[in-house]
């Protein structure tokens, strides 16, 4: 069963930058589509980034321009660097991993992580 561990959040002004981590385990990595999601309170959960097995990133409109994604093949790892950060990109931050169809939608995604808090105060 594979596993999924954030780190990396935590609390930053407006206009600064945090890079979450994402370990992973128990699954073959390089055969999944990883992803990253957040959640703030009272709202859905919505896709910011995903990265393909060959590398294509996805970014939703509003973090495109200020977010990059990357993989570590090394190590498992992915990465969400976010630069320029908004009062409103305050939220839970969840990796997932997605064995076939490579989106920013909940649906198909097999394995997520506990996640990790991003907030960034004006």
């Known amino acids: 069963q594979g596993q999924l561990v954030e780190s990396g959040g935590g609390s930053v002004q407006a206009g600064g930058s945090l890079r979450l981590s994402c370990a992973g385990s128990?699954?073959?990595?390089?055969?999944?589509?990883m992803g990253w999601f957040r959640q703030a309170p009272g709202k859905e959960r919505e896709g910011v980034a995903a990265?393909?097995?060959?590398?294509?990133?996805h970014y939703s409109d509003s973090v495109k321009g200020r977010f990059t994604i990357s993989r570590g093949n090394a190590k498992n790892t992915v990465y969400l660097q976010m630069n320029s950060l908004k009062p409103e990109d305050s939220a839970m931050y969840y990796c997932?991993?997605?064995?076939?169809?490579?989106?920013?939608?909940?649906?198909?995604?097999?394995?997520w992580g506990q996640g990790t808090q991003v907030t960034v105060s004006s």
């Open positions: 128990g699954y073959t990595y390089s055969l999944y589509c």
């Open positions: 997932g991993a997605a064995r076939s169809l490579c989106a920013l939608a909940q649906s198909g995604y097999n394995y």
């Open positions: 990265i393909t097995t060959y590398g294509t990133t």
